[in-house]
């Protein structure tokens, strides 16, 4: 140990004063890890494509979304129309890109609300425990009882029909999600042994809550922030498809495929091509939240 | 010699379903400035327990608690987290005891950030790289994670971690048992050394009876939560008067071939801790249990200048 002691000391002297406080480039290997997972590059890929989709639609395609053209109605996939029309002869090729734009608003939007308050509200509850926890769990017992697309309902009708309206409704249904995988995490990292050596150090409650327990609860939450990108895009759907979510002419997937279910055994184009680009959302999505979770893991390292 | 950290009658409860589990009951101790307390005692004795409460990561249910002469059993946030930056701990095992999100340096900084302790990052890393030195720890493995280091370097952050608030006293649960043998003489001497140089007070946890005489100047003995013998580390391995001293100590592995003593092994079922009924705890386990130590508490009773033992028969069983 004597001999030992003295080699590293000698060693360490050989170096500079002082060190760097962190990690080896983190973001880094961060980044390397992730691009070794063929997957998840693939992911992202797709999901980068769909921003772009969503930011410059009128780079891919010159028709409007929303042009009427009668004379036009119905016609089948063909290189004027890529994915054909649909029964006001609007292209659906326009249709299915810029209606990336409203899926990926409403998507995007209502994960990052809804995950920011299911983050603190799980967090506090498995943190504090007892009375606290009893009552914000409660209340989100309260959210669960209610169907997602009921209360997306009773919210739109309540607020009027418009996106903001339905991102505020999608988010309301989507906290107790959160809050709960949260939580469930929470309470079993609380009980880890570093967190009690936190405490002997002295760390504050919030020091605990942010930098020892939510970094270590990370991979449920970008699991479950990712999935509900895709239920959020569904549920979205759903209520176009009733009516009370995006109001008519604009572009949306979900309503574009419930508008033309009366036409599905004459005219496939019409619900295929939103269909597939809401599966390849949900699908890239997941493959990026995955590979996202694992490049995060410091233990995952190879 | 000053004394450094005192307990009186210090109890610790916890509350079960079928009762109160007396995990630490009237304990106690004195610690002088610079020496080490050993406290041993089988798994699930309450050792851990007694560490914890007695630098406040439990609560105690009742007693008192002295460091540097001041009473400390109730504290107030601001007065715990001064409190914090005086008593230490280093933790039993250092794959759990270490946010593997962070890396060694930022590990080692932690308390120094929380403390504020430094003015600068230059004056923060300056501090960082001299607690690598202290422990021995080699500055190329400033920037790795927890998890690509071996049991002993860990344990040596965890070290680090501890002496970063230049703490008077520092509990050890246990330091060495997650590591392997070789390691655990390194971490036993580092931890001697920083001892004599800096002049720290330990109380060592744990089960190993031949770690504990090695780094201990006294050794307490527990049992269940009681305290059942304490004395001069020299004193216990010479004069064991507990019966439960002695089987705990015929259990230490001794490398020969010829077995030169006759092997002791306790029988019958150890008492629950969950309500226990008066009497000795050991009763239902000693070998000398006589009518009594199923009905009276045994009282810790100076048999020996310095060496004390809670036994009915102490006096029977060893003919003082």
């Not at chain 1, 979304?65 to 002869?89: K, M, V």
């Not at chain 1, 810029?98 to 990926?104: K, P």
């Not at chain 2, 280091?149 to 050890?172: H, K, T, W, Y």
């Not at chain 2, 004395?231 to 001794?254: G, M, S, W």
Request: charged share 20%.
């Amino acid at each position: 140990m004597f001999m030992l002691s003295t080699t590293t000391k000698q060693e360490a002297s050989l170096t500079q004063d002082t060190i760097s406080i962190g990690g080896h480039g983190q973001a880094k290997e961060i980044i390397g890890r992730f691009l070794r997972n063929k997957a998840a590059v693939f992911g992202l890929a797709i999901v980068v494509f769909l921003l772009f989709c969503a930011i410059f639609p009128q780079a891919l395609t010159q028709y409007d979304p929303i042009e009427q053209d009668l004379r036009n109605r119905f016609a089948a996939p063909s290189s004027e129309h890529y994915f054909g029309t649909d029964e006001y002869g609007r292209d659906i090729f326009a249709r299915v890109i810029y209606g990336c734009r409203t899926s990926m608003e409403i998507g995007l939007i209502s994960v990052a609300v809804s995950c920011i308050i299911g983050v603190i509200i799980g967090a506090v509850a498995g943190f504090y425990g007892g009375i606290t926890d009893n009552l914000f769990m409660r209340f989100i017992d309260i959210l669960m009882a209610i169907p997602n697309t009921l209360l997306g309902i009773s919210i739109v009708a309540a607020l009027g029909n418009s996106i903001p309206n339905l991102i505020i409704a999608l988010s309301i249904g989507s906290i107790a999600g959160y809050a709960r995988v949260v939580r469930v995490s929470v309470l079993s990292t609380k009980g880890m042994e570093y967190v009690e050596a936190a405490y002997a150090t002295g760390a504050s409650d919030a020091r605990i809550i942010f930098k020892y327990i939510l970094p270590n609860c990370l991979a449920p939450i970008i699991v479950q922030a990712t999935m509900s990108v895709a239920t959020t895009i569904m549920t979205a759907t759903g209520l176009s498809f009733l009516g009370l979510g995006v109001p008519a002419p604009t572009p949306e997937w979900g309503a574009m495929a419930s508008s033309s279910r009366a036409y599905i055994r004459d005219y496939w184009w019409l619900v295929t091509f939103p269909g597939i680009a809401i599966m390849i959302t949900a699908f890239s999505f997941n493959l990026f939240g995955d590979g996202l979770r694992d490049a995060l893991d410091p233990k995952l390292k190879s | 010699m000053a004394t450094l950290v005192e307990v009186k009658d210090l109890k610790k409860y916890f509350k079960t379903p079928r009762g109160l589990l007396h995990a630490v009951d009237n304990i106690n101790f004195k610690i002088e400035k610079g020496q080490t307390l050993g406290v041993v005692g089988e798994s699930g004795c309450g050792k851990s327990t007694l560490g914890r409460t007695v630098i406040h990561l439990h609560e105690r249910t009742s007693g008192q608690i002295f460091f540097d002469g001041k009473d400390v059993s109730d504290l107030n946030k601001q007065q715990l987290k001064e409190f914090r930056s005086h008593v230490q701990m280093i933790f039993q095992d250092p794959f759990s005891s270490l946010n593997p999100r962070m890396s060694v340096s930022q590990l080692i900084a932690e308390p120094l950030l929380i403390y504020k302790t430094t003015k600068s990052s230059a004056e923060l890393s300056k501090e960082v790289a001299r607690l690598m030195d202290t422990v021995g720890l080699a500055r190329r493995f400033a920037n790795s994670y927890p998890h690509e280091l071996d049991g002993g370097r860990r344990q040596r952050i965890g070290i680090a971690r501890a002496l970063s608030l230049n703490p008077e006293f520092i509990v050890c649960d246990e330091p060495v048992s997650a590591l392997d043998v070789s390691i655990q003489a390194q971490i036993l001497n580092l931890m001697q050394d920083l001892q004599d140089e800096l002049g720290l007070t330990y109380m060592f946890i744990t089960h190993n009876m031949s770690v504990v005489k090695h780094i201990s100047n006294n050794i307490m003995i527990m049992y269940l939560g009681n305290m059942v013998e304490f004395a001069d580390a020299q004193e216990i391995f010479k004069n064991r008067l507990h019966p439960y001293t002695k089987a705990l100590l015929a259990a230490v592995p001794i490398p020969a071939i010829i077995e030169g003593r006759k092997r002791q092994l306790l029988t019958g079922e150890i008492t629950s801790p969950i309500n226990p009924k008066p009497g000795c705890r050991f009763a239902s386990r000693c070998p000398y249990a006589t009518a009594p130590c199923h009905e009276v508490d045994p009282t810790l009773a100076e048999v020996m200048p310095g060496h004390f033992v809670a036994c009915h028969n102490v006096k029977e069983i060893n003919q003082l």
